[in-house]
């Protein structure tokens, strides 16, 4: 009897093996079984996880997700309707723009006398408010430019911020000077905004001065020059970017790292494959995917161990580097990793990095 069952389990399992029973799933099965995942995303109760499922859904560009996303325009959470409004206009629906608009002239004035919590309670408001002018820029819907101009004369600094750099990612550099200007502050927060800014505009006039930020006393100005410089991609300040990688600070470090791969110069691969040894793991995180960005993709096994770290931060880090870079050979990895994950943030991230990996690689 034992015999005849071993009989059967042998021929069951030659069985599986060869008619590939235990394969990954065909790519459309994957496809829409994970593009249901992010979706049910959009039914939790928690803020975040909505908005990280409108924001995913939005990035693959599904438009079959359109009416749904519409409906969060009237959410109760003014943030999820931030993000609805930004997800629909990536999908060329520009409905939630009036909801972005309605957001902003919600805006409250805060007056000097006001009590602290009602202050505070404004502060919060307007960084709700904030987002939505940064939302409404992106939308790049052209009517709105004469709000962005006239935001950009208030007295909210968080709006008025929000509003010149929207209008400046539209070509409009009216206000750059006052950017320009911020890099000489007394304030290290309004030299490390300036310098963040400026990077991302790409700025070629301000980057001797970014330079000598390298050497600042302040670690949040100098970590901020280092990106910025990298980002505006002139290679002639690669080494003195390069010679942060061997700064005694971890987080100036990994911004070296990070510059290094805005800078698209493959001569600094080999210092950033001897980071990949680096006692913090973030450095060794930036590090790879600069790497990737150079082109050098030999450190797969190093990425495979990211995803298993206990640290979310690092596995969310890891996830977002293969949905940028990963091949088809990373889907059967991602998927494996997505049935022990236990963190729905980064549930929604595996699922749409593999939906993402699948569009990739049929386009090719």
């Known amino acids: 009897m034992q015999r005849n069952i071993l009989k059967i389990v042998f021929v069951l399992f030659f069985y599986a093996i060869s008619n590939n029973v235990f394969a990954l799933d065909k790519p459309e099965t994957l496809r829409v079984r994970y593009t249901g995942i992010i979706k049910d995303g959009l039914k939790s109760s928690e803020t975040t996880i909505k908005i990280e499922a409108i924001k995913t859904l939005s990035d693959l560009k599904d438009k079959s997700s359109i009416q749904t996303i519409k409906s969060f325009l009237k959410d109760k959470s003014e943030l999820v309707k931030i993000e609805a409004a930004r997800g629909l206009s990536m999908l060329d629906d520009k409905s939630g723009i009036a909801v972005l608009i309605e957001i902003i002239k919600s805006k409250v004035v805060v007056q000097y006398n006001d009590p602290p919590t009602k202050r505070a309670k404004a502060m919060v408001k307007n960084m709700t408010c904030a987002k939505a002018v940064k939302a409404l820029g992106e939308t790049g819907d052209k009517a709105s430019i004469s709000l962005l101009k006239e935001l950009s004369k208030d007295k909210d600094g968080q709006i008025k911020d929000?509003?010149?750099?929207a209008l400046m990612k539209t070509g409009d550099r009216t206000d750059e000077k006052l950017f320009i200007e911020g890099l000489n502050s007394y304030e290290?927060?309004?030299?490390q905004k300036s310098c963040e800014v400026l990077g991302d505009l790409k700025e070629e006039k301000v980057k001797d001065t970014l330079k000598s930020f390298l050497k600042h006393w302040d670690k949040g100005v100098k970590q901020s020059a280092c990106i910025a410089l990298g980002k505006i991609g002139d290679k002639t300040y690669g080494e003195n970017i390069a010679g942060l990688l061997e700064d005694k600070d971890e987080v100036l470090r990994m911004a070296a790292a990070e510059s290094l791969g805005y800078l698209g110069d493959p001569k600094y691969v080999p210092r950033l494959r001897e980071k990949l040894n680096d006692t913090n793991g973030f450095v060794r995180l930036y590090a790879l995917e600069s790497l990737y960005k150079?082109?050098?993709?030999?450190?797969?096994?190093?990425?495979?161990?990211?995803?298993?770290s206990t640290d979310a931060d690092a596995r969310q880090k890891a996830v977002n580097i293969m949905a940028l870079y990963g091949g088809s050979e990373s889907i059967e990895i991602l998927d494996d990793l997505y049935k022990y994950e236990r963190n729905e943030l980064i549930r929604i991230n595996i699922a749409g990095a593999i939906v993402k990996i699948l569009s990739r690689t049929k386009e090719k």
Do not use: C, K, P, Y
């Open 162 to 165: 929000a509003a010149i750099i």
């Open 188 to 191: 290290m927060v309004v030299r």
């Open 294 to 308: 150079l082109g050098d993709t030999i450190n797969s096994n190093f990425i495979i161990a990211s995803l298993r």
